[in-house]
């Protein structure tokens, strides 16, 4: 039996939490009963944020889709991003005039 509803507690093994969004990491694309495929989760907290995207040490930024106050970044390249230890890569979050409205560390501080 499993239990969907909303859990009371600590925020859980990998999160990161900011003042205007938060976010956490996701596996999927379950084939063979395993994956190591990973997606970045999250919330948006102020209605001003219009972007989020994942900027990533001497690669491509990836873009979040937004929807309904919740964001999501999906791709192989995330695969290989550290949970812990220096930061290789930092969530920005922009307004709708591209001004960045917070930068919070992927992984969590060790």
Same mark, same amino acid.
């Given at each position: 039996m499993?239990?969907?509803?909303p859990q009371q507690g600590p925020v859980r093994d990998f999160a990161v939490v900011g003042k205007n969004i938060a976010? !956490?990491?996701?596996?999927?694309?379950f084939a063979d009963g395993?994956?190591?495929?990973v997606a970045v989760v999250g919330l948006v907290e102020d209605v001003h944020i219009a972007s989020v995207v994942l900027r990533r040490d001497g690669m491509p930024d990836l873009a979040a889709r937004? !929807?309904?106050g919740t964001f999501l970044i999906a791709g192989p390249d995330l695969t290989h991003l550290p949970e812990r230890g220096p930061v290789t890569a930092v969530l920005v979050a922009r307004d709708h005039s591209g001004n960045v409205r917070e930068e919070l560390p992927y992984q969590e501080q060790a």
């Open positions: 499993f239990d969907f509803t976010a !956490t990491r996701m596996y999927y694309d395993a994956s190591g495929t937004i !929807t309904g």
